[in-house]
């Protein structure tokens, strides 16, 4: 039996090494580093306790370690996004990712009754983090999920189902969709050049590499930011010892997420350079840790169900913002940007973008998908609490 503490080196370096093959052999990125944290974590965890190598306290030290890590990835992850920049999307783009938001609700308050059976108590969890992650991104389902002390194995569900189902929207998205839209949806018009990226945009766009993470001119900001970072995430999980048990743990998870918002406002600390990616590189140490938590009998029980819930999130949604794009007379290619923006997160965006043709979308694609990451946290978490009462 290996000793709970040394759980903590192989949590930390296996992302390491994720992240070095990721930036060398595409395959990597294209399986999704989270997914390979993943599933590195649920082989080694359940290894581990059929071998018995993995000691009792192995699951109170994980499940607190990787409370650490959410708390320290939130901050880190919002000092780059600058929030004043909201209006540049633009009040069609705005309007139709309000749409947006209110299709994913409408259309994960649909799963909560239908799958609440098969899921149990936790569905309207399920649903909360559905909503994160498709108004925001990742980042968000994780915090909702420990937010919610969601079960490891439904976390774990969620996420590998969230993976597919996004997977096949983008592939929809990219073939047929312009065409199919376009008989309900006014047709767009693209200029000859649409806007340039500001540093801002960039920010959002290029989050994901690593490249020059440790040159001096960014090492040396980037070490005092994760600083930073480490202030806000004590500031937050210090409210656990005022307010005990799971409300403790969602005011900690929204007082560590608005002061990591707050932190942005203040024009040094945005300019840091790689901190998204350093929160991302502290979410893929989560990922390995809940892993390792998870009970595969249990996660294999749930997967049907999920991909369903998953398959009517993302699909019912789009239907619904198809509609609401059709009565509010939004053109096509601002639907499925801002659809993109909700479901996938900004980095999708110019991808989406090239394959409308259309640049004039990409600003106003990459700049709702930032407001996503805002609110997809409070929303989601608001939207856990809600369905329970509404529909007992």
């Known amino acids: 039996m290996i000793p709970a503490i040394a759980i903590v080196p192989f949590c930390i370096l296996v992302p390491v090494l994720i992240v070095w093959l990721g930036e060398r052999h595409p395959i990597v990125n294209k399986i999704g580093a989270v997914i ?14 059929l071998l018995g190598l993995l000691p009792e306290a192995a699951t109170g030290l ?7 890590m959410v708390a320290i990835a939130l901050p880190l992850i919002y000092f780059s996004l600058d929030v004043r920049n909201w209006g540049r999307a633009g009040n069609r783009a705005l309007g139709s990712f309000a749409i947006e938001i209110v299709a994913v609700t409408i259309a994960a308050g649909a799963g909560f009754l239908l799958f609440r059976g098969s899921l149990g108590p936790e ?16 980042i968000n389902l994780v915090a909702i999920g420990k ?9 774990v569900a969620a996420n590998t189902a969230d993976m597919a189902g996004s997977a096949l929207y983008l592939l929809f998205l990219i073939t047929v969709a ?6 309900v949806l006014p047709k767009s018009k693209p200029t000859a050049a649409g806007p340039e990226q500001t540093d801002s945009d960039r920010i959002a766009v290029d989050g994901r590499t690593y490249a020059g993470i440790f040159r001096r001119a960014v090492l040396l900001p980037l070490l005092a930011a994760f600083g930073l970072a480490v202030l806000i995430a004590g500031a937050g999980l210090a409210l656990t010892q005022v307010l005990t048990g ?27 350079q790689k901190t998204s990616q350093l929160g991302q ?17 249990s996660l294999l029980t749930a997967a049907p169900a999920m991909l369903a819930f998953v398959g009517l999130a993302i699909f019912g949604s789009l239907v619904l913002h198809v509609l609401g794009g059709a009565i509010f007379r939004i053109d096509t290619d601002t639907v499925i940007v801002t659809s993109v923006a909700g479901i996938c997160s900004p980095p999708f965006v110019p991808m989406i973008s090239s394959a409308l043709r259309n640049r004039d979308v990409l600003v106003p694609g990459i700049v709702t998908g930032i407001i996503g990451w805002v609110l997809g946290t409070y929303v989601g978490i608001g939207l856990s609490f809600v369905l329970p009462r509404l529909f007992g």
Request: net charge positive; with cysteine.
């Open 178 to 183: 312009q065409r199919l839209f376009n008989l």
């Open 281 to 297: 590189y502290f979410v893929l140490v989560f990922c390995i840790a809940i892993g390792m938590m998870a009970d595969i009998v």
């Open 246 to 272: 799971q409300w403790g743990t969602i005011l900690a998870i929204l007082a560590i997420t608005t002061l990591g918002i707050g932190a942005s406002f203040i024009p040094r600390v945005r300019r840091v």
């Open 62 to 68: 994980l499940d607190l370690f990787s409370s650490l």
């Open 123 to 138: 569905s309207n969890k399920v649903a909360g983090m559905l909503m994160g992650v498709y108004t925001g991104g990742t």
């Open 147 to 155: 937010a919610l002390s969601v079960s490891p194995q439904l976390l």
């Open 36 to 49: 390979i944290c993943y599933a590195v974590g649920i082989v080694a965890g359940n290894l581990g306790r």
